[in-house]
């Protein structure tokens, strides 16, 4: 193979061998619309459609990819993976505009489809995405605005649609969106490059209108490239510019410097949580009619019921369910999905414990210092009331109890409880600090639970 110099001979070479290992059928499905671009110095660049594409395959095949990489051309190389990017017309500038500076390299490097209008809304991110929303009407006012979550929840997506919600009010707005490891790694570069690398990337950074960085807990344990951060932020802050970060923790759960930590606590923080079985059915449904697929509502509602763990499976399960079915040419019901899904299910999702509504009570009283009793007397005061609404909603959310069977554990009509469910949705939506208090109960409940 030592002939093998061109990089579309070897990217072939790799797909016939990745074949024999993983069946042609993934490979069909996964690798082939994956484009090999160059080898330049250790790594192999390549592009990848979507970030469903680049999770899978980074996630299934990467290592694979890399070993017989090692076998043809007789190298350790790396992976790095970009997505095609749609050309954006440069917008016409008023001739009052005073002219601008360089733009960043990745300026228009925005996903066109992560927008506001394309993010299905529900009761596990609806605080979050308001609050995206108002940052994107008025940058500098929410500052910083910190969204952490699990990863796959659209964290990402919230991110690319700020950038195009600022760029819609103010084309000439100075954004970037990078991933932390990028940060530390451009760092890294710029002070071990040229003599004066440092101060060009501290001018890249420090003179935007908007820093979007994803993925924060990436800078843990490395000391310098926090410091340069720090420095970054502070510049920003203090010139009232807009910083967005995403991190898959709270801020005081990231073992980084005190300085850091407190700027995030003086900003806005919002969480998102897993999606309830109502909003995956949304995600589903919309990705379906991007897709044009032909699944039918009860294969929707099974792939929902069944897959739980975050958005993006969500939407990778959908993409092989629906090219599995067009390649092999099988209609998709609910006995081809369960084969086709069985590796975004987890057995243990079946099994998880169900939440009995006495210990939401008991977890409810204990926040708000109410005895048990309390919640079935008649006493209509707000200091019994409003816990009883907030447990009540809770039930609603945590247990498959019905409205009828919620109201009588309260010893109320289906009516109370359904007033009470409104009431602390509007909350949630409203009330950040109530939001995350209500959180911490959730937490609590689920950590009680799962000891139980």
Same mark, same amino acid.
Request: glycine share 4%; charged share 25%.
């Given at each position: 193979?030592?002939?093998?110099?061109?990089? /579309?001979?070897?990217?072939?070479?790799?797909?016939?061998?990745?074949?024999?290992?993983?069946?042609?059928?993934?490979?069909?499905?996964?690798?082939?619309?994956?484009?090999?671009?160059?080898?330049?110095?250790?790594?192999?660049?390549?592009?990848?459609?979507?970030?469903?594409?680049?999770?899978?395959? /980074?996630?299934?095949?990467?290592? /694979?990819?890399?070993?017989?990489?090692?076998?043809?051309?007789?190298?350790?190389?790396?992976?790095?993976?970009?997505?095609?990017?749609?050309?954006?017309?440069?917008?016409?500038?008023?001739?009052?505009?005073?002219?601008?500076?360089?733009?960043?390299?990745?300026?228009?490097?925005?996903?066109?489809?992560?927008?506001?209008?394309?993010?299905?809304?529900?009761?596990?991110?609806?605080?979050?995405?308001?609050?995206?929303?108002?940052?994107?009407?008025?940058?500098?006012?929410?500052?910083?605005?910190?969204?952490?979550?699990?990863?796959?929840?659209?964290?990402?997506?919230?991110?690319?649609?700020?950038?195009?919600?600022?760029?819609?009010?103010?084309?000439?707005?100075?954004?970037?969106?990078?991933? #932390?490891?990028?940060?530390?790694?451009?760092?890294?570069?710029?002070?071990?490059?040229?003599?004066?690398?440092?101060?060009?990337?501290?001018?890249?950074?420090?003179?935007?209108?908007?820093?979007?960085?994803?993925?924060?807990?990436?800078?843990?344990?490395?000391?310098?490239?926090?410091?340069?951060?720090?420095?970054?932020?502070?510049?920003?802050?203090?010139?009232?510019? !807009?910083?967005?970060?995403?991190?898959?923790?709270?801020?005081?759960?990231?073992?980084?410097?005190?300085?850091?930590?407190?700027?995030?606590?003086?900003?806005?923080?919002?969480?998102?949580?897993?999606? +309830?079985?109502?909003?995956?059915? &949304?995600?589903?449904? !919309?990705?379906?009619?991007?897709? #044009?697929?032909?699944?039918?509502?009860?294969?929707?509602?099974?792939?929902?019921?069944?897959?739980?763990?975050?958005?993006?499976?969500?939407?990778?399960?959908?993409?092989?369910?629906?090219?599995?079915?067009?390649?092999?040419?099988?209609?998709?019901?609910?006995?081809?999905?369960?084969?086709?899904?069985? +590796?975004?299910?987890?057995?243990?999702?079946?099994?998880?414990?169900?939440?009995?509504?006495?210990?939401?009570?008991?977890?409810?009283?204990?926040?708000?210092?109410?005895?048990?009793?309390?919640?079935?007397? /008649?006493?209509?005061?707000?200091?019994?009331?409003?816990?009883?609404?907030?447990?009540?909603?809770?039930?609603?959310?945590?247990?498959?109890?019905?409205?009828?069977?919620?109201? #009588?554990?309260?010893?109320?009509?289906? &009516?109370?409880?359904?007033?009470?469910?409104?009431?602390?949705?509007?909350?949630?939506?409203?009330?950040?600090?109530?939001?995350?208090?209500?959180?911490?109960?959730?937490?609590?409940?689920?950590?009680?639970?799962?000891? &139980?």
């Amino acid at each position: 193979m030592d002939n093998l110099t061109d990089i /579309k001979e070897i990217w072939q070479e790799v797909l016939r061998k990745l074949a024999t290992e993983v069946g042609s059928n993934d490979i069909d499905l996964w690798i082939r619309p994956v484009k090999a671009i160059l080898i330049e110095g250790d790594t192999l660049k390549l592009e990848v459609p979507d970030a469903i594409y680049y999770d899978t395959v /980074k996630r299934r095949y990467e290592d /694979k990819i890399v070993q017989l990489l090692a076998e043809f051309t007789g190298r350790q190389l790396k992976i790095s993976y970009s997505m095609p990017v749609s050309p954006v017309e440069p917008l016409p500038q008023s001739k009052a505009a005073p002219a601008s500076a360089a733009l960043p390299a990745n300026y228009y490097s925005f996903n066109p489809n992560y927008t506001f209008d394309s993010f299905i809304t529900g009761t596990s991110n609806r605080f979050a995405v308001a609050s995206a929303e108002n940052v994107a009407k008025a940058p500098g006012q929410s500052n910083p605005f910190f969204i952490y979550s699990p990863p796959g929840l659209g964290k990402t997506h919230l991110l690319h649609a700020i950038a195009h919600g600022i760029l819609k009010a103010n084309p000439a707005a100075r954004i970037l969106y990078t991933a #932390s490891e990028n940060f530390v790694n451009e760092y890294i570069d710029a002070v071990r490059g040229k003599a004066d690398g440092a101060d060009a990337f501290r001018k890249k950074y420090r003179n935007l209108d908007c820093l979007l960085l994803d993925d924060i807990q990436f800078l843990l344990d490395k000391e310098r490239s926090q410091e340069e951060f720090f420095y970054t932020f502070d510049s920003l802050f203090q010139s009232k510019k !807009q910083i967005v970060l995403t991190s898959d923790r709270p801020p005081r759960e990231l073992a980084m410097d005190d300085r850091i930590i407190s700027r995030f606590l003086a900003g806005l923080r919002v969480e998102i949580t897993l999606p +309830d079985f109502e909003t995956r059915v &949304a995600i589903l449904r !919309q990705k379906r009619d991007q897709h #044009s697929y032909g699944i039918p509502d009860d294969v929707i509602t099974y792939i929902a019921e069944n897959v739980k763990k975050n958005i993006r499976e969500l939407e990778g399960c959908l993409i092989t369910v629906g090219n599995f079915c067009s390649s092999m040419k099988m209609p998709p019901t609910i006995d081809t999905v369960k084969d086709i899904i069985k +590796d975004y299910t987890n057995p243990l999702d079946h099994e998880e414990k169900k939440i009995p509504i006495e210990l939401i009570k008991r977890v409810v009283a204990e926040k708000y210092n109410v005895e048990m009793r309390d919640f079935n007397s /008649k006493k209509r005061t707000d200091n019994i009331a409003f816990p009883r609404q907030v447990a009540m909603y809770l039930a609603c959310e945590m247990t498959d109890m019905v409205l009828k069977d919620i109201g #009588s554990a309260f010893g109320k009509e289906h &009516a109370t409880v359904l007033h009470a469910k409104g009431k602390i949705s509007h909350m949630v939506v409203t009330d950040p600090y109530f939001n995350e208090a209500l959180n911490q109960i959730i937490a609590k409940i689920k950590a009680v639970n799962n000891q &139980a």
